[in-house]
């Protein structure tokens, strides 16, 4: 038992550590400018869902040489902006999102790449993901194809 509640002291410091990262300077502006511009969609899709949910991002892992140039915010703005869509011209499936949805994430790691036979859309379904009330999307600064009509499968596929 000792153990047990050793493990789990240190496992909370790690995660309260993480949660303290300090930003680089190109890292903190990316993030300032990202909220910024993100505000409006998620203000709707909360509106439209009846959710008190945020939009994350791991800036920590921003890298401004792979995103010069590239607007963060509209490639994860797709997230918000799909599913408020849903809620408002789908009364199911604003039941379910108000009920399950509590976050939506967006990573600039973890990239799973294109594959050989990818369609248009494979490489987009790949890297987003709808688990444990979170919806997941690991950005590519090369692009992704598709994203709401992906962001709307991915959401439609598990809530069914």
Known sequence: MKKLVTALVLSL??????????????????KDKFEAEIADSVKAMNEKCGTKVTVKADF??????????????????SIPNTL??????????????????TG????????????????SNGATLRNMSFEKGVFTYTM?????????DNAKTTMEKALN
């Open 140 to 148: 590519s600064p090369t692009g992704h194809a598709n994203l709401d």
């Open 13 to 30: 410091s790690a995660l309260s550590l993480a949660a303290e990262v300090e930003l680089k300077p190109a890292q903190e502006e990316a």
């Open 104 to 119: 939506v994430s967006c990573l600039f790691t973890g990239v799973k790449p294109a594959q050989k036979d990818d369609g």
């Open 84 to 101: 408020a869509s849903m809620c408002e011209s789908r009364p199911a499936y604003k039941k379910a999102i108000s009920k399950k949805l």
């Open 60 to 77: 920590q892992n921003y890298k401004d040489a792979d995103w010069s140039g590239t607007s963060v915010s509209s490639y994860c703005s």
